[in-house]
């Protein structure tokens, strides 16, 4: 992390967190139970088929707040865990699953989505917490034998898609047409 930018050159990306947020990328790793409540799976050790990437979240978990702790959480989750995963839209239904178990509801069915110059796949979720809506949404792809998933949270619709606006993929090699 450089001047509130992840840089991941393995799978060419990089997303921007804002300016103090609170990095919790290393607990979330060593947690047993680490997961991203939406791209990677809970009660499982991590570590063995994937790991969080970037765990970042506008003020520390157990800092309690009137609004939605915004997070942005990136996870890398072996492709081979799902036998059969040939499409990032796949990957969502895990996703899908672990959302509903945590009290979210789909808003939006899998779309594909352009960021930059990369086309994603996306899912969108809310849920009420007392008088306020908490959103989410992933995005996922599929890379170097991966599915990566980029979940952002927020309190509006504003905040997720100035999360995702700091996303950004670095041009790859042009694939060869046979």
Same mark, same amino acid.
């Given at each position: 992390?450089?001047q509130?930018?992840y840089?991941n050159p393995?799978?060419g990306f990089?997303? #921007?967190?804002?300016?103090g947020? +609170?990095?919790?990328?290393?607990?979330?790793?060593?947690? /047993?139970?680490?997961?991203?409540?939406?791209?990677a #799976?809970? @009660?499982t *050790?991590? &570590?063995?088929?994937?790991? +969080?990437?970037?765990?970042a979240?506008s003020?520390?978990p157990?800092?309690h $707040?009137?609004?939605v702790?915004?997070?942005?959480? %990136?996870a890398?989750?072996?492709?081979?865990?799902y036998?059969?995963? @040939?499409?990032a !839209?796949q990957?969502?239904g895990?996703v899908?699953?672990? !959302? #509903?178990?945590?009290?979210? =509801? +789909?808003? *939006?069915?899998?779309?594909?989505f352009?960021? &930059?110059? @990369?086309? +994603?796949?996306?899912?969108?979720?809310q849920?009420d917490?007392?008088?306020?809506?908490?959103?989410?949404?992933?995005?996922v792809?599929l890379a170097? &034998?991966?599915?990566?998933?980029f979940?952002?949270?927020?309190?509006?619709?504003?905040? %997720? =898609?100035?999360?995702?606006? $700091?996303?950004?993929?670095?041009a790859? /090699? @042009?694939?060869?047409?046979?």
């Amino acid at each position: 992390m450089t001047q509130g930018i992840y840089r991941n050159p393995t799978f060419g990306f990089s997303c #921007k967190t804002p300016a103090g947020w +609170v990095l919790r990328t290393e607990e979330m790793n060593a947690a /047993p139970e680490a997961g991203d409540g939406a791209g990677a #799976k809970s @009660k499982t *050790n991590v &570590g063995s088929t994937g790991r +969080v990437l970037l765990a970042a979240f506008s003020r520390p978990p157990e800092a309690h $707040g009137e609004d939605v702790n915004s997070s942005i959480l %990136i996870a890398a989750e072996s492709a081979a865990t799902y036998p059969g995963l @040939k499409e990032a !839209a796949q990957y969502l239904g895990p996703v899908n699953e672990i !959302a #509903k178990a945590q009290g979210f =509801e +789909v808003v *939006n069915q899998p779309y594909e989505f352009v960021v &930059g110059a @990369k086309t +994603v796949v996306r899912e969108d979720f809310q849920k009420d917490i007392a008088s306020r809506v908490m959103l989410q949404s992933t995005l996922v792809v599929l890379a170097r &034998g991966y599915a990566l998933s980029f979940t952002f949270i927020g309190g509006t619709e504003d905040e %997720i =898609e100035e999360s995702i606006e $700091g996303l950004s993929f670095a041009a790859g /090699p @042009k694939a060869h047409q046979h």
